[in-house]
């Protein structure tokens, strides 16, 4: 067990509205990593983190934003959802970057109606 | 464009049989491979990997097969049994900092008693 929780774990909204993610962590890791993972996709990097406020974007960014004020949190912000944006959402940390395996949340389950 | 493919949505194997996970990559900058296994509604599992100098590696029932000029790699499962009933995900990277991993769409393992 990584210590990593994801909140909410399930959330519906609707379209338009701003819709905001959390991954917290308990072991103090540098680098923390947004997923989606879709059908037919498998899973694909949002955004990741490297340290506190350092930040870059992944494959699939757009349409999202990141924060990480402290070192346990990583914040993912749909400024305003869209349907398309209807996915499971997976949290990730890395124990260090370079070759290592990172260890995955529970996951978000959003529904944009 | 989906660097890395995993050709079958699906595969059902007998209990005691092998099972055979197939994986392909088109970046040649890939030189670190992992897969990953995945429950319903729980984030996806580390389960073995391997980098490019090697060409196997063994943990218990599973082995992982690289074929770097093939860019082919294979997840043996034996002896196959029912709690391996999963989907299954192929994930490379690069040697970088952040360890961006690229995940297949995924194999989904049923294991039959």
């Known amino acids: 067990d990584a210590g990593i929780t994801q909140s909410p774990r399930h959330k519906v909204t609707e379209t338009g509205t701003p819709v905001t993610l959390r991954c917290h962590q308990t072991?103090?890791?540098?680098?923390m990593y947004w997923y989606r993972q879709d059908p037919g996709h498998g899973l694909r990097l949002i955004h990741y983190?490297?340290?506190?406020?350092?930040?870059d974007k992944g494959e699939v960014s757009d349409g999202y934003s990141v924060s990480r004020s402290k070192t346990e949190d990583f914040l993912l912000t749909l400024e305003s959802a869209t349907s398309s944006q209807t996915s499971v959402y997976f949290c990730?940390?890395?124990?260090?970057?370079?070759?290592?395996?990172?260890?995955f949340g529970p996951g978000t389950r959003l529904t944009v109606l | 464009d989906q660097q890395v493919k995993q050709n079958s949505p699906s595969l059902s194997v007998q209990e005691g049989r092998i099972s055979i996970l197939n994986c392909d990559y088109t970046?040649?900058?890939?030189?670190?491979f992992l897969w990953y296994k995945k429950y319903p509604a729980e984030g996806p599992t580390f389960l073995i990997s391997?980098?490019?100098?090697?060409d196997k590696n063994e943990d218990g029932r599973f082995t992982v097969f690289l074929n770097k000029s093939a860019k082919h790699l294979s997840l043996h499962i034996v002896p196959s049994q029912p709690g391996d009933s999963a989907v299954y995900f192929c994930?490379?990277?690069?040697?970088?900092?952040?360890?961006?991993?690229?995940f297949g769409t995924g194999t989904r393992l049923t294991v039959i008693p």
């Open positions: 983190s490297y340290g506190v406020k350092d930040t």
């Open positions: 391997i980098s490019s100098i090697k």
């Open positions: 994930a490379a990277s690069e040697e970088t900092g952040a360890n961006n991993l690229f």
């Open positions: 990730a940390i890395s124990t260090s970057g370079g070759h290592n395996e990172q260890f």
């Open positions: 072991e103090n890791h540098r680098y």
């Open positions: 970046n040649s900058m890939f030189d670190y």
